[in-house]
């Protein structure tokens, strides 16, 4: 399954960016980071099929456990990694690249209340720092 492998992906990436990190099974056992992931694949899912609401409280229940909100409708890449993620906030226009990281406390946010795009796009390879507001003005 394509999703699976994806994960595994995501498993890896967080292995290999964490020098605290023993294993694989470390990551998918303890880490908030990739939770929140497995979360927002299945969100993202209902999302596109137009299960709104659904897709907004599997969101929430993720956010729950993990600290970290990422909006449904938030587009993200391979290879994210969320470390010490508690505080993170990405907004339902964002879009997020391939092999990013993010620290605790950051917002990708928007300044508007329009239905258009009002969240940033973060391109690939790029690190945001602890505490970092990223915002998109209209």
Known sequence: MKV???????????????PACKNIFEVIILYPGFYILVFHKISHFLYRHKLVFL????????????????????????KLFIDHGMGVVIGETATIGDN?????????????????????DIGNDVII????KVLRSN
């Open 4 to 18: 699976l492998k994806e994960l595994y992906e995501d498993a890896v990436n967080i292995k290999e960016k964490d």
């Open 55 to 78: 897709a907004r409280l599997i969101s929430q229940i993720g956010r729950f456990f993990t600290g970290i909100e990422i909006h449904p409708g938030a587009k993200i890449g391979r």
């Open 100 to 120: 990013c990281t993010i620290y605790h406390n950051v917002t990708l946010g928007g300044t508007g209340k329009e239905k258009k795009k009002r969240h940033p």
């Open 129 to 132: 720092g602890c505490g970092a």
